[in-house]
């Protein structure tokens, strides 16, 4: 029986989380210019209406990862992400999740003494450190294709703001990949600074400002 409801716990918890997690979002590429609009996407994302006139095409426009939604070059959208982000099914399981949600509470306290343990161990796995606190701050430096000269500053979320000549930008940095507009790069450390290194060998000299 503990078992059973033990199983019952994991099951509704997965499936109410899915559920919290669901929704819209509309991500605005204003001026043409990168944007990062933050969701737990769960790397699940459908593109639900476009909002502009400029093209919105999947991998050069608009594109996702788990922790958000980009646009580029004009694109504007409307966005569905997450586990069960269709309007129809959305109230059906809201009301699906608070019936399992009773059945979670009272198969939690029945079994919890068993499941304490277990539980402390699975919440600990979840904590990391996304971004090296080396590549946290300002940095100025050179286009190694020799455009202009650049400076950009990295949050401790991963965030990046940056201008190079008279243009600004956004972008996103997550471990040691970056991505500013539609291109990635591998960031490493150098000396009092960072490198940003291209797929296209190009790429960044920057040192901490």
Known sequence: MRIKLATLVSLGILLVASQARAGEL?????GYRYQYCRADTENNVQFAQQLS???CKQGRDWGYDQRGIWVDNGCAAMFNYGGGSSHHNRDSGRD???????????????????????????????????VPPWAIGHFAGQDRGGG???????????????????RIFNGQMRGTEAWIGN????VVRSGGGIRLFGEDRGGYDLYRQ
């Open 53 to 55: 006139n400029a093209p």
């Open 148 to 166: 202009p000269d650049i400076e950009i500053a990295v949050d401790p979320n991963g965030r990046i703001n940056g201008m190079q000549g008279s």
């Open 96 to 130: 699906a999740a608070a019936g399992i949600a009773a059945a979670v509470i009272l198969g939690a306290l029945i079994s919890a003494s068993e499941q304490h343990h277990h539980d402390r161990g699975s919440q600990g796995n979840d904590s990391r450190v996304d």
């Open 26 to 30: 509309e991500c605005r590429s204003s």
């Open 183 to 186: 291109r990635s790069y591998t």
